[in-house]
């Protein structure tokens, strides 16, 4: 017992860390080139912290397990959302550039759009939808860096108020690989090992995979959130949780129908629907609009925002215990 108690604090331990260290490396970057934070936040920082639902989805994928494929992927939409985006904004709600929220946020709700489009006329995914994912995974990485690269986003990185002596350019991008590494790391670790853990103290498996495997892999973008917040940074942890988002459709999803392609679970059952069309889903979409339709409008996130949102967050998490 001894043994994974000691990997899972060292798992913990990575994960601070290496937020910290991505937090520096994609910032540093940001202000090297004069480029906005919340869209490093969600293209460069997203796609290391979604490191860890890749990995679990594609494994899921290769073993045809199509109920974490799926599961872990709305999952964690749901869980960064209404949990790690509804922290931050309730401890700290700010002020977001309109100009660089647009571009992720149409982004997200395209796909999300076209993956219910399936589910629902459907029910099933096919090899040639997770290969179209990836494909607007690829166009939209593309139209971010145009959109960096050209001028077209206006917002520009502000100068901190004490000069910082600035890293070379190979230490950002040194920081940026391990940083990610490490989240990536120590996630599993804290996962596998809390989950040993877990069975050893008699929690019940359906309790473990609910909590371990689909808050486990958002733990990265929920460390991510906090290190950027505690450093200033709100526009970062902001592109960060609608990038993740995003890559959890395009990418983490992609990847794993085109791997595998899975019929979408029908475990649970509402007067002769499919629960997955009837909470998963509509709750995906509608928490993202609570979190995006406000700072869209007002270029403000507020603090009730955050509240709502973790409310309907532990109703969901009730519902899946108790129904």
């Given at each position: 017992?001894?043994?994974?108690?000691?990997?899972?604090?060292?798992?913990?331990?990575?994960?601070?860390?290496?937020?910290?260290w991505?937090?520096?490396?994609?910032?540093?970057?940001?202000?090297?080139?004069n480029?906005p934070e919340?869209?490093?936040?969600?293209?460069?920082?997203?796609?290391?912290?979604?490191?860890?639902?890749?990995?679990?989805?594609?494994?899921?994928?290769?073993?045809h397990?199509?109920?974490?494929s799926?599961g872990?992927?709305?999952?964690?939409?749901?869980?960064?959302?209404?949990?790690?985006?509804?922290?931050?904004?309730?401890?700290?709600p700010?002020?977001?550039?309109?100009?660089?929220?647009?571009?992720?946020?149409v982004?997200?709700?395209?796909?999300?759009?076209?993956?219910?489009?399936?589910?629902?006329?459907?029910?099933?995914?096919?090899?040639?939808?997770?290969?179209?994912?990836l494909?607007?995974?690829?166009?939209?990485?593309?139209?971010?860096?145009y959109?960096?690269?050209?001028?077209?986003?206006?917002?520009?990185?502000?100068e901190?108020?004490e000069?910082?002596?600035?890293?070379?350019?190979?230490k950002?991008?040194?920081?940026?690989?391990?940083?990610?590494?490490?989240?990536?790391?120590?996630?599993?670790?804290?996962?596998?090992?809390?989950?040993?853990?877990?069975?050893?103290?008699?929690?019940?498996?359906?309790?473990?995979g609910?909590?371990?495997?689909?808050?486990?892999?958002?733990?990265?973008?929920?460390?991510?959130?906090?290190?950027?917040?505690?450093?200033?940074?709100?526009?970062?942890?902001?592109?960060?949780?609608?990038?993740?988002n995003?890559?959890?459709?395009?990418?983490?999803?992609?990847a794993?129908?085109?791997?595998?392609?899975?019929?979408?679970?029908?475990?649970?059952?509402?007067?002769?629907?499919?629960?997955?069309?009837?909470?998963?889903?509509?709750?995906?979409?509608?928490?993202?609009?609570?979190?995006?339709?406000?700072?869209?409008f007002?270029?403000?996130l507020?603090?009730?925002?955050?509240?709502?949102?973790?409310?309907?967050?532990?109703?969901?998490?009730?519902?899946?215990?108790?129904?």
């Open positions: 017992m001894l043994v994974p108690v000691l990997l899972f604090l060292l798992g913990f331990l990575l994960l601070i860390k290496g937020g910290d991505f937090v520096d490396g994609a910032t540093g970057i940001a202000h090297r080139f480029l919340l869209l490093i936040g969600a293209t460069v920082v997203s796609i290391g912290t979604t490191l860890p639902e890749v990995m679990v989805s594609a494994q899921a994928a290769l073993e397990n199509s109920g974490i799926y872990n992927a709305i999952g964690s939409i749901i869980c960064n959302t209404s949990l790690i985006a509804a922290l931050t904004i309730a401890i700290k700010g002020l977001v550039k309109r100009k660089t929220l647009i571009l992720p946020t982004s997200f709700f395209i796909a999300a759009l076209v993956y219910s489009f399936f589910a629902y006329t459907t029910g099933e995914f096919k090899r040639w939808h997770g290969i179209m994912f494909i607007m995974f690829v166009i939209y990485m593309s139209i971010s860096v959109s960096m690269r050209s001028g077209n986003v206006e917002e520009k990185v502000e901190e108020e000069e910082k002596k600035a890293l070379p350019l190979w950002e991008l040194l920081f940026l690989v391990v940083g990610a590494i490490a989240i990536a790391f120590g996630a599993n670790l804290l996962v596998d090992n809390g989950t040993i853990i877990a069975s050893a103290l008699g929690v019940p498996d359906s309790v473990i609910l909590t371990m495997v689909a808050l486990g892999t958002s733990l990265p973008e929920l460390v991510t959130a906090i290190t950027s917040l505690l450093k200033g940074h709100s526009a970062l942890s902001l592109g960060n949780i609608i990038g993740a995003l890559f959890n459709i395009v990418l983490v999803s992609g794993a129908i085109a791997i595998s392609p899975f019929a979408i679970p029908s475990e649970k059952i509402i007067n002769g629907i499919n629960s997955s069309l009837v909470v998963d889903i509509p709750l995906m979409l509608g928490v993202m609009l609570l979190l995006t339709l406000p700072p869209l007002k270029e403000k507020y603090r009730w925002q955050g509240i709502l949102l973790l409310c309907i967050y532990f109703v969901f998490t009730a519902y899946q215990f108790l129904y």
